[in-house]
């Protein structure tokens, strides 16, 4: 079974930068795409970036997301998304998940629970 499991959220000012984590267990990589969504509060969750694995070609389905940057280290089955220049509206649950294609959120068939972003002055 596919377990994630993020890390690295938390409460950050306006222009500040995070990165999260996300350890994935039991992932055969059958499927080498594997992102992160975003849900912001009162929102749908939608995709914000993915990555392949295997050649390492990176997805982000917002241009203005061009401040975020998703790498993955397969040896320690971790996938990362740095984000910079944070500002409020990126306010939300970041979520891992895969597969990850296009940002689509009906084709992931494994989540992980979640974790918390705050940006707030």
């Known amino acids: 079974e596919v377990r994630l499991v993020e890390s690295g959220g938390g409460l950050v000012q306006p222009g500040e930068s995070l990165r999260l984590s996300c350890t994935a267990s039991?992932?055969?990589?059958?499927?080498?795409?594997i992102g992160w969504f975003r849900q912001a509060p009162g929102l749908e969750r939608e995709g914000v970036s993915c990555?392949?694995?295997?050649?390492?070609?990176?997805y982000y389905t917002d241009s203005n997301l061009r401040r975020f940057s998703i790498s993955s280290d397969n040896a320690k089955a971790t996938v990362y998304l740095q984000m910079n220049n944070l500002s409020p509206g990126d306010t939300g649950t970041f979520y891992c998940?895969?597969?990850?294609?296009?940002?689509?959120?009906?084709?992931?068939?494994?989540w992980g629970p979640g974790i918390q972003v705050t940006v707030a002055s």
């Open positions: 990555i392949r694995t295997d050649d390492g070609s990176a």
């Open positions: 998940a895969t597969p990850c294609l296009l940002g689509v959120r009906e084709l992931v068939r494994y």
């Open positions: 039991g992932y055969t990589f059958d499927d080498p795409t």
